[in-house]
């Protein structure tokens, strides 16, 4: 029993000493590898000021920390194999550096590399110029050289002699020119981007080739990539591996073949922006795995499918821009994971399909620009984490829902160009929305005091509706708005100077056509800072003297025409308009423009006689209406 037992622990801990393996590679000294990375590392530079304010948006790989005196297996970004101590895998992505790839062969001499990631950098170069060396990585498994200013062709070599790559990943660089048809030699690619390339093109023979021999292939975005020699019947041969084939704005045209969108594995579809697609969308089979589906601007035709009900794993659908027709179809509540439907700018008719307002996960709903009708419901049950509601554009009738103002995410609501009707009822609780537009409806009554609810609000669109009585104190507390627009309705009152001096953000304000609202510039002599403003526009309200905030510098519209200003305009009034581009103060009761010695309008467009209120220009000494088509004599003062 005693040997046994001996037996047992000699056995025992014969495994833990072989399954412990060998020590870690920091015990292990590899010179020649930790010099070829620090000579690497005197050939380029950093400098995060070329990312602006992107430059904190990713963790980045501090470089400067490699130091001879430490293991360079523990360097940031760096990885050794624990039996060798070679290094596999070099991490730099998004790390600031500048710099030739080849200005120093030392990189290459690391022969063990399985993964180099230099992406999101400003490495400059060929792929043909002095790079015999990085096709010497004959273990190299993994290649990301993306969103860099790498330019000129793409070497063949790369895909000849880089035979194990299984992900290549050269995106958002300037390379040009024809892809090699030996890229479909990389027999053992899982994943391969080439997107936003925008001047390198396939030609069909390539693309057939890639598709035939690619088998392992299960990521695929090509988005701008020129493919308008590609038959689209090479589609056909795909890898029924693949989950993501993205092909948006490839130029692609023809009846896009429906039997991809059936591939087993597919998660992601995105063909958006080839508009010289034909056909109609596929009706049935579906992968019924597809998350992501994008056919915006492809020019598609007919009816939506009511297959996608069957899409219970989908999360975005965008269909805008096409030339789709019909009725949407009522099948959407039950896509539980969607969160992004965005159907805009097609020519759908009908009523809005009800249970998409029920959706509980719904982030982004887009529906305008279409002919739908009828009214939004009464209720909702869903739309928690709605942060846009765009359904302008249409024809939805009925009045504002009560829950427009309730939902707690909801940032952006959009329903201009509409047939609402009625008011807009009490708001009752604070609300996260930022934006607000319901201009072009038939809405009544007044705009409700409890608009102070709306705390975070920076743009008003109210134009264009049947409102009146007076503006509420209130949206003056609204400290955040850029933008007021309550043009065009039946607005009545005062607006007051103190009042309109709180919106210190503001930048474009219009209030014109209101014909019972009128501007006090009492404490006119007080002098309010508006240090955005850019547009004012006030036609036709009354306004009987210059308020002082429209002296600022940065103020490029000012529009005060069919108002009831009297006098001149003193030097001291338009001291700060030196930023004006349009001015218009048509139809008032101006008699001269006091100090005015320099009048140019020279160069423009301008024809007819010269009005003899030039003449009055008592202090102008230089007038300039020169390379215009004037006639007639020109005016002497008066």
Not at 22 to 31: A, E, K, R, Y
Request: proline content about 4%; hydrophobic content about 40%.
């Amino acid at each position: 029993m005693g040997s046994l037992c001996l037996v047992l622990v000699v056995l025992l801990l014969s495994w833990t000493l072989s399954s412990s393996g060998p020590p870690p590679s920091s015990h292990l000294c590899l010179p020649h590898q930790r010099d070829a990375l620090l000579h690497f590392k005197t050939t380029i530079s950093v400098d995060c000021d070329h990312y602006g304010r992107y430059r904190d948006s990713y963790p980045r790989i501090d470089i400067e920390s490699w130091k001879k005196s430490l293991d360079f297996c523990s360097w940031e970004g760096i990885k050794c194999d624990n039996i060798t101590g070679h290094v596999i895998y070099i991490h730099l992505s998004h790390s600031c550096l500048l710099g030739s790839l080849f200005a120093s062969n030392s990189l290459f001499q690391l022969h063990n590399l399985q993964w180099l990631d230099l992406s999101s950098n400003h490495f400059r170069g060929s792929l043909l110029e002095n790079t015999s060396s990085l096709f010497h990585f004959h273990g190299l498994q993994r290649l990301n050289l993306a969103e860099n200013l790498f330019n000129g062709t793409i070497s063949s070599k790369l895909f000849s002699q880089l035979v194990s790559l299984t992900h290549l990943n050269l995106s958002g660089n300037a390379f040009s020119g024809l892809i090699s048809h030996q890229i479909s030699g990389l027999s053992s690619l899982v994943s391969l981007d080439l997107s936003f390339l925008y001047d390198l093109r396939f030609d069909g023979q390539g693309f057939d080739m890639l598709a035939r021999n690619l088998t392992k292939l299960r990521n695929l975005p090509l988005n701008g990539v020129d493919m308008s020699d590609v038959a689209l019947t090479s589609f056909l041969n795909l890898s029924s591996s693949l989950e993501h084939l993205s092909l948006s704005d490839c130029q692609l045209y023809g009846e896009f073949p429906t039997q991809v969108s059936q591939l087993p594995n597919l998660k992601v579809l995105n063909l958006r922006g080839n508009e010289n697609f034909t056909g109609y969308l596929p009706n049935t089979n579906w992968s019924s795995g597809l998350e992501l589906l994008d056919l915006s601007l492809c020019g598609f035709k007919g009816s939506i499918p009511a297959s996608f009900g069957n899409l219970t794993q989908i999360i975005s659908i965008h269909l805008q821009g096409n030339s789709l027709e019909g009725q949407i179809p009522d099948v959407f509540g039950n896509l539980k994971k969607l969160t992004s439907l965005s159907f805009s700018s097609n020519n759908l008719s009908g009523p809005l399909p009800i249970t998409i307002f029920n959706l509980t996960k719904i982030t982004h709903l887009d529906l305008s620009n279409n002919h739908l009708e009828g009214p939004l419901p009464n209720h909702v049950s869903g739309l928690q984490f709605l942060d846009e509601l765009l359904l302008y554009n249409n024809s939805i009738s009925g009045g504002v829902p009560s829950w427009l103002f309730t939902l707690p995410s909801l940032l952006l609501v959009d329903l201009g160009y509409n047939k609402l009707i009625g008011p807009i009822d009490r708001i009752q609780k604070p609300s996260s929305i930022q934006e607000v537009d319901l201009s072009y409806n038939n809405i009544s009554d007044s705009i409700p005091y409890s608009i102070f609810y709306l705390v975070n609000l920076t743009e008003l669109h109210l134009s264009s509706n049947n409102l009146s009585g007076p503006i509420p104190d209130s949206i003056f507390d609204l400290v955040h708005l850029t933008l007021l627009d309550l043009s065009s309705n039946n607005l009545s009152g005062v607006i007051k100077s103190d009042m309109l001096s709180k919106l210190t953000s503001l930048e474009f304000i219009n209030v014109s056509s209101n014909s019972l609202l009128s501007l006090s510039t009492s404490g006119n002599d007080v002098e309010y800072s508006f240090p955005q403003l850019r547009t004012v526009i006030f036609y036709g309200c009354s306004v009987m003297q210059f308020p002082n905030f429209f002296q600022t510098s940065y103020l490029q519209v000012l529009d005060l025409s069919n108002n009831m200003i009297s006098g001149g305009i003193s030097k001291w009034e338009a001291v700060r308009w030196e930023g004006l581009l349009w001015l218009d103060l048509s139809h008032n009761f101006l008699t001269a423009l006091d100090q005015l010695t320099v009048l140019d309008l020279s160069k423009n467009n301008l024809s007819g006689t010269i009005p003899d209120c030039l003449g009055n220009f008592r202090c102008l000494r230089l007038l300039d209406l020169q390379m215009n088509n004037f006639i007639g004599k020109i005016p002497v003062n008066g």
